[in-house]
């Protein structure tokens, strides 16, 4: 089993940026496929992005698409989420999650505790 730990969340600007990151401990980073996802108040968790286990291979969100990017350093054992041109509707908690199979958001099944990002306009 893995636990994750994000940082980098805070108050920013629209048309600013941020950079999160995920640490995980317990297990080899490398073994899972990692997401980020995202819950604005009084709405459902969303998925904004996905890498594979090896980091050939990402997937994101169509609002998104564009602005943001994930990485992973396996030998580190860290996910980040390199979010540029930011817009008041990013603004949420974002979660960093592990998963077997990395392009299908059902299947997270460890998730971090989440930290908060907020756009202000």
């Known amino acids: 089993q893995v636990q994750l730990v994000e940082s980098g969340g805070g108050l920013v600007q629209a048309g600013g940026s941020l950079r999160l990151s995920c640490a995980a401990s317990?297990?080899?980073?490398?073994?899972?496929?990692m997401g980020w996802f995202r819950q604005a108040p009084g709405k459902e968790r969303e998925f904004v992005t996905s890498?594979?286990?090896?980091?050939?291979?990402?997937y994101y969100a169509d609002s998104v698409k564009g602005r943001f990017t994930i990485s992973r350093d396996n030998a580190k054992n860290t996910v980040s989420l390199q979010m540029n041109r930011l817009k008041p509707e990013d603004t949420a908690v974002y979660y960093c999650?592990?998963?077997?199979?990395?392009?299908?958001?059902?299947?997270?099944?460890?998730w971090g505790q989440g930290t908060q990002v907020t756009v202000s306009s």
């Open positions: 999650a592990a998963s077997y199979r990395a392009f299908e958001p059902s299947s997270y099944r460890y």
């Open positions: 890498i594979s286990q090896s980091g050939a291979s990402t």
């Open positions: 317990g297990r080899a980073l490398s073994t899972y496929g």
